[in-house]
């Protein structure tokens, strides 16, 4: 079921005017603050790969065969249900992840958009990403992809190594990658993204420098930075414990992640959150949902979800997760219209600890207005004004606490996780103290 021709050209247009509003906005701030109960952000998981690679543990599969008729069908109803339950009338992105979304077929992605645009609204500009693989993402595919109604890629190139490729499992070479890169921007400009990882065992700063800037003469205006994280259950992590592989260095890593995003600051790019650089006003809308800690609902098997259900009061947002396996998940979703396999209500000091620590990801950080939104009693000024703990981070240079609100500053972006083990418990402290609200015991 593909999206009518006339319907994904006006996406095309609307979505490059859109970018062009982007460009020309303040780059201190970003134009949509955290979405109110009727918006939010979808995330759609397709499960499935050609082969697990080596550091990977996502809820991913490899099959002999995929029904991919049974999951559009799934994926769809799912994603029905569950704009039903939230009450949400505007999606303002839609971000196809995996597994290997670029598998699917180009139908199953205009499906699942067509079924999100008549159950609520998806406006023609709203951000709409697919996770792109080089291998599986010729050109050709690619352009059916826009047609279907995608509008940014976000390529996993993980390296311009090919030994280094080879260790991470992947099926693609530096190459293969450059190839599709270029194919991407010429069908999609301006939107798309590459991922570059670092700390690698045996990874030395200077070559992944060198991997680096020869990558800055084939991008596009956006790139994440991911540090590499041995995760249990991994090929990678088996060989570490075994002594075939070095375990990777955290030194040699965090020398890699401050160069890097000085390079990357040289060539133009903001550094708008911890793994994220993009310039022209390049950042995604989508991911930044997230970090604003807005809603978003999360279809598929595995998928993740925040969300205020209807019948909930309207006040009570929950943390949602989809049955993991795909059969079981098709078979819920056939049997219930959708495979949520969890439902944890989030209590209010829940929600700032997220507010708290996604907000400070970003370079914006914590707007008094934003924190206002989920903390009405209980402002920035009180909760860290005072601390001598934070006053320290502020004397450092780490932090910033002003009339724009709580944010880190370049240096102290870098070691946010250091930041936090203060930040938190003093979070935790003052909502213990508090003024009890009307209502409330003594």
């Not at 499992?169 to 450059?178: E, I």
Request: glycine share 10%.
């Amino acid at each position: 079921m593909a999206l009518p021709g006339a319907r994904a050209r006006g996406w095309a247009a609307a979505t490059k005017m859109a970018q062009r509003r982007r460009h020309a906005e303040d780059a201190e701030g970003f134009p949509s603050p955290a979405p109110p109960s009727s918006r939010a952000a979808l995330y759609v998981h397709w499960p499935y790969c050609e082969k697990r690679c080596s550091y990977c543990n996502f809820n991913k599969y490899v099959p002999r065969g995929v029904e991919e008729a049974a999951m559009r069908s799934c994926l769809v109803t799912e994603a029905q249900t569950l704009l039903g339950l939230s009450g949400v009338r505007r999606v303002d992105s839609v971000f196809f992840g995996g597994g290997t979304p670029s598998l699917a077929s180009p139908n199953t992605v205009a499906a699942v958009l067509e079924a999100v645009d008549q159950a609520a609204h998806l406006p023609a500009d709203s951000e709409v990403t697919l996770e792109a693989n080089p291998t599986s993402a010729p050109g050709s595919r690619l352009a059916a992809f826009g047609a279907a109604g995608i509008n940014r890629l976000s390529i996993g190139l993980q390296s311009l190594d090919d030994k280094e490729l080879q260790l991470l499992g992947r099926t693609h070479s530096a190459s293969d990658a450059l190839q599709t890169l270029a194919e991407a921007r010429r069908l999609f400009p301006g939107r798309v993204s590459v991922d570059l990882m670092l700390g690698l065992p045996a990874q030395k700063s200077g070559p992944w420098l060198r991997q680096l800037r020869e990558l800055l003469a084939y991008c596009d205006d956006h790139i994440s930075l991911y540090q590499l994280t041995l995760e249990r259950g991994t090929a990678l992590f088996s060989q570490v414990q075994r002594g075939t592989l070095p375990a990777p260095d955290p030194e040699v890593a965090a020398e890699m992640y401050q160069e890097g995003r000085a390079v990357l600051r040289e060539a133009g790019f903001r550094q708008y959150e911890v793994s994220n650089f993009a310039r022209n006003g390049a950042l995604s809308t989508h991911n930044w949902t997230y970090w604003q800690c807005g809603q978003y609902l999360g279809v598929g098997p595995g998928a993740h979800g925040r969300f205020v259900p209807q019948g909930a009061g309207g006040h009570t947002r929950e943390a949602r997760i989809q049955t993991l396996e795909p059969d079981n998940w098709m078979k819920e979703v056939t049997l219930f219209g959708h495979g949520t396999r969890k439902r944890v209500p989030l209590g209010e000091l829940e929600l700032l600890e997220e507010v708290l620590a996604m907000g400070l990801r970003t370079d914006v950080g914590i707007t008094h207005q934003h924190w206002q939104r989920f903390a009405s009693q209980l402002s920035l000024w009180d909760v860290f004004g005072s601390s001598q703990e934070v006053k320290a981070l502020l004397v450092q240079g780490l932090l910033l606490l002003d009339h724009r609100g709580l944010r880190c500053s370049w240096e102290g972006l870098a070691v946010l996780d250091s930041l936090l083990l203060t930040l938190l418990p003093r979070l935790q402290e003052a909502w213990l103290q508090r003024a009890p609200s009307p209502g409330q015991g003594g």
